[in-house]
Nanobody
Framework: VQLQACGGGLVQAGKSLTLSCAAS????????VGWYRQAPGKERELVAV???????VYADSVKGRFTIFRDNAKNTVYLQMKSLKSEDTSVYYC??????????WGKGTQVTVSS
């Protein structure tokens, strides 16, 4: 499984940005797809995940501002980010987890929010 994320950049606080992550390879075993982020000096944290079954999960810090959705026809998952804050500045990673709990990661895309 290969994941290619793009869409990061520099944006002013309060603005919006949408990340995308295209998956390729053998995808039949993929269970969950989502986004994580890691700021300098901090641990990687969950932003949002779409499970195969059940409701989408969001980190409390992004609820109401971020929306994750997928386009199965394009094997792509998106993260729409609105009302961005300086604390959203991080490297964002897309993630795919298999039914056997193997995690695949994209290379990461930098999002910088200027205040």
């Amino acid at each position: 499984v290969q994941l290619q994320a793009c869409g990061g950049g520099l944006v002013q606080a309060g603005k919006s940005l949408t990340l995308s992550c295209a998956a390729s390879g053998i995808l039949v075993s993929i269970n969950n797809v989502g986004w994580y982020r890691q700021a300098p000096g901090k641990e990687r944290e969950l932003v949002a995940v779409i499970p195969s079954f059940g409701d989408v999960v969001y980190a409390d810090s992004v609820k109401g501002r971020f929306t994750i959705f997928r386009d199965n026809a394009k094997n792509t998952v998106y993260l729409q980010m609105k009302s961005l804050k300086s604390e959203d500045t991080s490297v964002y990673y897309c993630n795919a987890e298999t039914v056997n709990h193997i995690h695949y990661w994209g290379k990461g895309t930098q999002v910088t929010v200027s205040s």
